[in-house]
C-alpha cells in the first residue's frame, strides 16, 4: 500500500468511528450538548433534582475553573456521572449513599445541607476526607466516598476536549518518523540516546 | 430438524480463523488444497472495523469496557472471560478464567503483537531440571519457521546474542520512550538486563503492508495493516489463491469419524439460523484455541472413539497452563511536570526486560520477562484515577499528599500526569495435575453443547516466582525515585497473581509427544488416533515458556500445514 493510500484511510477514521458508536451513546453526547446549548435543564435518570444540584457544586469544588480551562460542570462532567449509574449499576449505592453521608455530616455539624453551607463550612467538612493519608479513622466513609468521586471527575473531565487539551496531550495522530523524544524531554529526566 | 448435509468434499476443513487457522489456511491454499473455514464469530474487516483515532470523548463511556468488549469499547477484540449463551464452569472453590474472541482472527485482533520466540531450553526442561516433559521436537526443527515468519510478518527487535532468546530476522526497533530509558537506568543499576522489545509492528515496509503510523493503538485493529493479524496477514493471500471458503457464526459441535476410523467432516452450528450443518472434508485441521479445541475432541464421541477423537490416551485437556502474571504502577516524582510532546509510538513498551536469573540460586524454577508502560497516554476513563495513591517527596523537596480538591488539585493532576510507571512480569507455570478441563456432566451452551469445567491449582513454583516479580518491580520503582501505589500483596494474597486464565496465553490440552500413551499428537501435530487430523492453535503446546505464544504458534502451525501439504502430495492422507 502506498502511503498516499493510507493517510487516506487515517483521514477517513474520524466518520468511520461514527459507526461503531451506539446510537444510545450517541445520542446522550448530543442529548447533553443540545441541552447545554439549548439552556435548557438537564433531565437525570439516575440522580434526582437535589442529588444533581450538590454534584454540580461537588464536581466543581474538585475541578474549579482556572486561568487554563474550565471547570467540570463546564465539561460536562455531572451529565457524564448521570450516565456512568446508569451503564455501571454496582456504583449507585455508593454514590446515592456518599451524598448522603456528606448531608448527614454537614447536619451534625452545623444543622444544615451541604449546599446551605457557607464556604468554610464546607472546606471544613472536605478537608476532613480529602486527603486518605491524614484523614481520621471516623471519617474513613467519606473518604472513600470522596475518593471515587473525585476519580470519577477525573475520569469525567480529563477525556473532554477540553480536558485534553489542558493536559497537553499531543498524540493521536500519524507520525510520518518516530524519532523518540524531544531534546527538552530526555534533559528533565537526565537521559539521552547516545 | 434434519441437519443440512454438503455434498461437496472439500480437501481440508479448518476450525478456527486466528493464528493458528489463519496460518494452515494460507499454507495449505498455496499449496493447492480447497479449504473451508469454519469460525464461531462475525466477520471483520480492520480497514472498515478499526476504531484507530477515536477520541474518548465520542463516547459517554470514554473508552471503558463494556460485556462485548472486555478490554474497552475501543478494543478491536468481539469477546471476553465471559460471553452470552456460552457459560463455562470451574471445580468448587476453584477459578480460571477463559477468554474467547468470537471474530475473524480471533484474539490476534486485539493481542499485544510480543513476538518472541522460545529458546533451545525451552523444548527439553525435563531433561535440565526435572520438571514437565520435553517437547518430541527441538529449537532447531522450529527455527526455519521461524526465519520463515519473520520474513514474512514481519516484527521489530534487536540481535543479542542470548543464549535462550533466540535472535531473529528484526526491522529495526523504535526508539524507546524518555521514560523508558529511565527504567532502563535503574534496571540495568539492578544489573537487569534492558532491550528493546519484539513486536510484530513493522517499523519499515515489508510485503506490501505499509510501515507503522505510531499512534500507538494496535489493539484498536490497525486500518492500515502495519501490524500482524491473522485478517489483515494471513486471510488475504488465502483468498487470493481464490480456494479459501469462510463460514462466519458457524460454531463447532463435532468433528465426525467414517467407518475407518478417520475423521469426515465437522457438524456445526449456523448461529444465524441455528441449524445444524455438515461439511466433509478428507482432512481435518482444529485451531479453535487450546481449549475450545479440546472440547470439541471430547465431545466427538462415537463407538470407535468413546472417550473422544484423539482421547484414547485420556490426555486431551491435561496440561492446561497459562502464564502467570502480576503487576505494579509506581509514581515516579522525577517524572512530574513533563514537557509536552507526543510519546505514543509503537503500541506496547519499546523497551522490555527478558529474563535475566540464575535458577541455582533461588527458590522456584523458570523464569518470567518484564512488560513495562507508563507515561503520557491518551487519556481515557481511569486516566489520573487513583491520585489520592501519590504520595512521596516530589522533586522540590516538598512532601506530595495524594487528594485534596480544587485548583491544588487540578494543578496535581497536571503534574502528575505522566508521571507513573508501570511493570508486568509474565512468567512459566510448570504444568501440574490439577490444572485441566474436562466435560461438564450437567451443563450445556444455548445450542446444546456440553461445556468446559476447568481445574485450576496454581504450585509453590508459580507463587515464589510472582513474589519475585513483585520485590523485583517494587525494587525497580524505588531505585527511580518513586513510589508503589499498591503494597506488597501478601502470601494470602498469593503474592498478587493473576487468576488462572487472566493473561490469556492457555495453551496445552492436546499435548503433542512421541508417546500415544501420554500425549494426543505426535511430532507433527498429527492425532495418533486419527492420521487426518491435525491440531495448529497452542493445544500442541508442551510447556509454557516465558514468552508469550502467538509467534510460536505460528510457527509451528506453519510447519504442521507444509507437514500436511507434504503428505497430500505423497498421497499419504
Known amino acids: ?194 | 430438524m434434519q441437519i443440512i448435509r454438503s455434498r461437496t468434499i472439500h480437501d481440508v476443513v479448518i476450525v478456527g480463523s486466528g493464528a493458528g487457522g489463519g496460518m494452515a489456511a494460507k499454507v495449505l491454499t498455496e499449496a493447492g488444497a480447497n479449504v473451508l473455514m469454519l469460525e464461531a464469530g462475525v466477520m471483520f474487516d480492520t480497514r472498515r472495523d478499526s476504531k484507530m483515532m477515536a477520541w474518548p470523548y465520542q463516547s459517554p463511556r470514554r473508552g471503558l469496557a463494556i460485556p462485548e468488549r472486555q478490554f474497552g469499547e475501543f478494543d478491536a477484540g468481539w469477546g471476553g472471560w465471559t460471553l452470552d449463551g456460552e457459560p463455562y464452569t470451574t471445580a468448587p472453590g476453584e477459578r480460571f478464567d477463559w477468554f474467547r474472541t468470537r471474530m475473524l482472527g480471533g484474539r490476534t485482533n486485539h493481542w499485544g503483537r510480543i513476538s518472541l520466540r522460545f529458546g533451545p531450553d525451552d523444548f527439553r526442561r525435563k531433561s535440565l531440571d526435572g520438571l514437565g516433559d520435553d517437547w518430541p521436537i527441538t529449537y532447531d526443527d522450529l527455527k526455519p519457521y521461524y526465519d520463515s515468519i519473520d520474513r514474512y510478518i514481519g516484527l521489530f527487535g534487536s540481535n543479542e546474542g542470548l543464549p535462550n532468546d533466540p535472535d531473529g530476522i528484526f526491522q529495526p526497533p523504535p526508539r524507546p520512550r524518555c521514560y523508558e530509558l529511565l527504567i532502563k537506568q535503574a534496571s540495568e543499576r539492578l544489573r537487569i538486563r534492558c532491550i528493546p522489545i519484539r513486536l510484530s509492528i513493522l517499523t519499515q515496509p515489508l510485503n506490501g503492508r505499509p510501515a507503522c503510523h505510531y499512534c500507538g493503538q494496535c489493539g484498536r485493529a490497525c486500518a492500515a495493516h502495519a501490524n500482524f493479524s491473522s485478517p489483515s496477514v494471513l486471510i488475504p493471500p488465502a483468498l487470493a489463491t481464490k480456494r479459501l471458503t469462510i463460514v462466519t457464526n458457524a460454531m463447532a459441535r463435532e468433528v465426525t469419524v467414517g467407518n475407518d476410523g478417520l475423521a469426515n467432516g465437522v457438524t456445526y452450528v449456523d448461529k444465524n439460523t441455528g441449524r445444524d450443518n455438515h461439511v466433509q472434508a478428507r482432512i481435518v485441521v482444529l485451531a479453535a484455541s487450546a481449549c475450545e479445541t479440546a472440547r470439541l475432541l471430547l465431545n466427538s464421541k462415537s463407538s470407535k472413539f468413546p472417550l473422544g477423537l484423539g482421547n484414547s490416551s485420556g490426555v486431551v485437556g491435561k496440561y492446561l497452563t497459562d502464564t502467570t502474571g502480576t503487576g505494579v504502577r509506581g509514581f515516579i516524582p522525577k517524572m512530574m511536570g513533563g514537557v509536552p510532546h507526543n510519546e505514543d509510538g509503537a503500541s506496547g513498551s519499546h523497551l522490555f526486560m527478558p529474563w535475566w536469573g540464575d535458577n541455582q540460586k533461588l527458590d522456584f524454577p523458570r523464569g518470567y520477562h518484564i512488560e513495562i508502560g507508563g507515561g503520557r497516554r491518551m487519556p481515557g476513563f481511569g486516566t489520573l484515577g487513583g491520585v489520592h495513591l501519590y504520595n512521596g517527596m516530589g522533586v522540590e523537596g516538598r512532601p506530595i499528599n495524594g487528594g485534596g480538591y480544587g485548583k491544588q488539585l487540578k494543578d496535581d493532576y497536571r503534574r502528575f500526569y505522566g508521571s507513573t510507571v508501570g511493570f508486568a512480569g509474565r512468567g512459566e507455570m510448570i504444568p501440574n495435575e490439577n490444572s485441566y478441563c474436562e466435560i461438564d456432566p450437567a451443563v450445556v451452551d444455548r445450542w446444546g453443547i456440553p461445556v468446559l469445567r476447568f481445574h485450576w491449582k496454581w504450585t509453590d513454583h508459580e507463587l515464589k516466582q510472582v513474589k519475585h516479580m513483585q520485590e523485583t518491580f517494587r525494587a525497580i520503582i524505588h531505585e527511580m525515585g518513586g513510589t508503589p501505589l499498591t503494597p506488597m500483596p501478601s502470601a494470602d494474597q498469593g503474592y498478587g497473581i493473576e487468576p488462572g486464565g487472566r493473561i490469556i496465553h492457555e495453551v496445552g490440552c492436546v499435548r503433542m509427544g512421541n508417546d500415544p500413551k501420554t500425549s494426543v499428537l505426535n511430532s507433527n501435530c498429527q492425532a495418533h488416533d486419527c492420521r487426518n487430523l491435525f491440531v495448529t492453535d497452542g493445544g500442541p503446546f508442551v510447556t509454557n515458556p516465558d514468552k508469550n505464544v502467538t509467534w510460536s504458534i505460528l510457527a509451528l502451525a506453519m510447519r504442521t500445514s507444509e507437514y500436511i501439504a507434504n503428505q497430500r502430495k505423497a498421497n499419504a492422507i
Open chain 1, 1 to 194: 500500500m502506498k502511503r498516499r493510500d493510507v493517510l487516506k484511510i487515517l483521514l477517513s477514521a474520524p466518520a468511520a468511528t461514527m459507526v461503531w458508536t451506539d446510537a444510545e451513546a450517541m445520542q446522550a453526547v448530543s442529548a447533553a450538548q443540545t441541552a447545554r446549548a439549548a439552556a435548557e435543564p438537564f433531565v437525570p435518570k439516575f440522580f434526582t433534582a437535589t442529588e444533581l444540584r450538590l454534584v454540580r457544586v461537588l464536581a466543581d469544588i474538585v475541578i474549579p475553573k482556572d486561568e487554563r480551562s474550565g471547570s467540570a460542570t463546564d465539561a460536562g462532567v455531572p451529565e457524564f456521572m448521570d450516565f456512568m449509574m446508569i451503564e455501571q449499576p454496582a456504583r449507585q449505592v455508593a454514590m446515592r449513599g456518599g451524598l448522603a453521608w456528606l448531608d448527614r455530616e454537614c447536619q451534625l455539624r452545623f444543622d444544615k445541607m451541604f449546599l446551605d453551607c457557607s464556604g468554610a463550612q464546607r472546606t471544613a467538612v472536605l478537608d476532613d476526607i480529602a486527603w486518605p493519608a491524614k484523614a481520621q479513622p471516623e471519617f474513613a466513609h467519606g473518604v472513600a466516598f470522596f475518593n471515587s468521586f473525585r476519580d470519577l471527575t477525573a475520569a469525567g473531565f480529563w477525556t473532554t476536549r477540553m480536558g485534553i487539551d489542558d493536559l497537553q496531550y499531543l498524540g493521536n495522530r500519524s507520525v510520518a518518523r518516530w524519532n523518540g523524544c524531544p531534546d527538552a524531554a530526555l534533559k528533565k529526566l537526565g537521559v539521552s540516546y547516545d
